[in-house]
């Protein structure tokens, strides 16, 4: 199923897509919800992002081409860092140039959202905690991090550094999904998540060694060769088979 969390006259609602409409949903994903029988427009809504998370957890150098245009190391274990929530702006909402940013990065990544609370959790568990998928851009102001390696949180923490959605999108194997990178239409990156260091059972296996992930919680799985920077007027678009085009202009 494919849901979205949106605003409408300044109000917020869950809703699942239905022909090209939103069908307003009453509950939770997380427990259980229904359709309350209203619906809108997709072109009436303004979409938000998907979850409300306590963190959100990217994995870094997570595709072996990527590590390679970067001229890194392939980590033994997955390699995180956080970024605060703060970050996160939904699908159509833009993504502001920070005063005195230098270069300033776009990174298509698959998103995971948690379901439930999860400590602990082997490998072939895993998938048990996962709600659904979405589309992320890890927006870093790549400058500043070339820099000095310990301002990875500032490079990657501005408000709008976090795009996700359009939706949240269930019952999708996540180790096998093209995606793809556009700037202004011209297609950036292309990578598919069979070809990552760590699959998702893995990723989220160590994580939950590491941290208790909670409901809403998003965990991204990095992204693959083709980074670039964006500028003021640029309009970036991280697609995903089977989830969606988020789509967001530069500001
Ligand atoms: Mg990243």
Same mark, same amino acid.
Request: hydrophobic share 35%; net charge negative.
């Given at each position: ?40 427009? &997709? ?106 390696? &310990? ?61 208790? &992930? ?31 085009? &988020? ?5």
């Amino acid at each position: 199923m494919k849901f979205a969390r949106f605003s409408y006259h300044g109000r917020t609602h869950t809703g699942v897509i239905r022909q090209g409409e939103i069908a307003v949903l009453s509950g939770s994903l997380f427990t259980h919800f229904e359709e309350t029988g209203e619906s809108y427009a &997709l072109s009436d809504i303004k979409f938000l992002p998907p979850t409300v998370p306590t963190k959100v957890v990217c994995i870094g150098l997570n595709y072996y081409e990527h590590i390679e245009e970067i001229g890194a190391q392939v980590p033994e274990k997955p390699i995180y860092f956080l970024k605060p929530p703060s970050s996160l702006i939904g699908h159509e909402s833009a993504i502001l140039y920070p005063k005195g940013a230098e270069r300033v990065d776009y990174e298509g990544e698959l998103a995971i959202v948690i379901k439930k609370k999860m400590k602990d959790v082997p490998e072939h568990k895993t998938m048990e905690y996962v709600l659904g998928l979405s589309c992320f851009n890890d927006v870093t102001e790549r400058a500043l991090v070339s820099k000095n390696p &310990l301002l990875l949180t500032l490079s990657k923490g501005f408000d709008t550094f976090g795009p996700i959605g359009p939706y949240l999108v269930t019952d999708l194997d996540p180790n096998n999904l093209n995606i793809r990178t556009y700037l202004n239409g011209r297609l950036m990156q292309e990578g598919n998540t069979k070809n990552c260091v760590f699959n998702v059972q893995q990723i989220l296996h160590h994580l939950s060694t590491w941290m208790t &992930l909670l409901p809403g919680d998003i965990v991204a799985t990095g992204t693959p060769k083709g980074i670039a920077p964006m500028k003021p007027g640029d309009v970036v678009e991280v697609e995903i088979e089977g989830i969606g085009k &988020l789509r967001n202009r530069v500001e």
